[in-house]
């Protein structure tokens, strides 16, 4: 009893639970004998069901950080779990059951999501089948399965009416929907998407963007989509940006409904403290008074203020 006490006692550690923890994240690659810092101890927690948008400059850490999440590429230093798996712990044979099974990725160019020769529905059975393997491939349960998966998802993207089509005879925002139907195939718990409302008009964007949040809302996945685009990112409940290889600040958005039923969004900016008390404060907001190297620092009641520097 008396541990059971002490359990309870302890403080929930880091991410406990989440979908995706990233802690003190470092990623070097080594090219013609230079070495970049692409992710600099980057922290970074996204809860089941939850529904971010990853934005951050060029050169920022975005794709790389998206590459270890999919498990493609192997951070160099820090901790990094999707799922209760963890990414620097995989064998080879983890691994491909991770890509498989745990998450689902949407990439910006359709020649990575869709295997051209195939039907839309052929490409969405396609992942079922290599996770069921020989043996499944000859039962006729499994093939059943498979269809009913298959029509299931054509349904939640709205394209059955494109399921004997091949990739070339659907327009960007059609195929798209299909990369993101042959994602969920396997039913991962996480979709990971870089750039893919990208090649894309802001209306057909917008139209992909809604298919994301189907999935998320009906399907159950974490949804995490790296961007450039205002509009997504103005349209997610948390949107987290990524600076010199760091997680530097969040925004979160609430829907406040009044006493007239009129619904209002509230936004609200964070930024991330880390473990040594750094922050990182918004680029918009010093350049707004004018603050660079020095400042004043108070510790009022409830808050601490960040001042210029008044010092003469
Ligand atoms: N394979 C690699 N070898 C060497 N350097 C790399 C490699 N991949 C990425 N980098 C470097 O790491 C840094 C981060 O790159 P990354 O592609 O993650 O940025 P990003 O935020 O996705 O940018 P963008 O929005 O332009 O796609 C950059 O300086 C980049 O040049």
Known sequence: MQRAALA????????????????????????????????????????????VALVGASGSGKSTLLNVLAGLDVPTAGTATVDGCDLLGMNAKERLRYRREVVGFVWQQTARNLLPFLT????????????????????????RRYAARTGELLEALDIADLAGRRP???????????????????????????EPTGELDSETGAAIFEAFRTV?????????????????AGEVRRTVAIRDGRTSSEVLRRTV???????????REYVMLDR???????????????????????????????????HA
């Open 8 to 51: 309870a006692a302890q403080p929930r550690s880091y991410g406990e639970g989440a979908a995706i923890v990233c802690e003190r994240l470092v990623r070097i690659f080594t090219a013609e004998r230079v070495e970049v810092q692409a992710l600099q101890g980057l922290d970074l927690v996204v809860d089941r069901g939850d529904l």
């Open 120 to 143: 839309v529905s052929q490409n969405i059975a396609l992942p079922m089948q290599l996770r069921g393997g020989k043996d499944a491939r000859r039962t006729r349960g499994a093939a």
């Open 168 to 194: 070339a005879e659907l327009s960007g925002g059609q195929q798209q929907r299909a990369a993101i139907a042959v994602a969920m195939a396997n039913a991962p718990t996480v979709l990971l998407a870089d």
């Open 216 to 232: 998320n809302r009906e399907l159950g996945a974490t949804v995490v989509i790296v961007t450039h685009d205002p509009m997504v």
């Open 257 to 267: 409904t009044d006493e007239h039923g009129e619904e209002t969004v509230s936004e």
């Open 276 to 310: 040594t008390g750094r922050v990182q404060l918004p680029a918009k907001f010093l350049e707004a008074l004018g603050m660079e190297h020095r400042v004043a620092v108070d510790l009022a009641a409830d808050h601490i203020e960040v001042r210029p520097d008044d």
